[in-house]
């Protein structure tokens, strides 16, 4: 999984879910779980970030388990949540 982020100057949130795989069905399971984890966990303290996120999936987030793909995605955003903080609070 990896996630591309790009700060904006001002509005909300804008997240984006893709799913990489042959098989639509997989594409389309790749991308629920991921809408379904930051929905549910992570949603709620992002939502007024002016930032747009793309996260990006493979055939592994299909596989692993639901807990350890919440797990990963905290990971990822926490590594960009003080970069975008840091951001924000300069073009103010």
């Given at each position: 999984m990896k996630l591309f982020l790009l700060?904006?100057?001002?509005g909300g949130l804008r997240v984006t879910f893709v799913g990489k795989s042959k098989?639509?069905?997989?594409?389309?399971r790749i991308r629920r779980?991921?809408?379904?984890?930051?929905?549910?966990?992570?949603?709620?303290s992002w939502c007024r970030r002016?930032?747009?996120l793309l996260f990006?999936?493979?055939d592994e987030v299909c596989?692993?388990?639901?807990r350890d793909l919440c797990?990963?995605?905290?990971?990822?955003?926490?590594?960009f949540a003080m970069e975008v903080g840091d951001l924000v609070n300069s073009e103010s």
């Amino acid at each position: 999984m990896k996630l591309f982020l790009l700060p904006r100057g001002e509005g909300g949130l804008r997240v984006t879910f893709v799913g990489k795989s042959k098989k639509a069905v997989r594409r389309n399971r790749i991308r629920r779980r991921l809408r379904e984890a930051f929905r549910v966990y992570y949603a709620p303290s992002w939502c007024r970030r002016p930032v747009d996120l793309l996260f990006w999936g493979d055939d592994e987030v299909c596989d692993m388990p639901f807990r350890d793909l919440c797990l990963r995605m905290g990971q990822l955003l926490g590594e960009f949540a003080m970069e975008v903080g840091d951001l924000v609070n300069s073009e103010s």
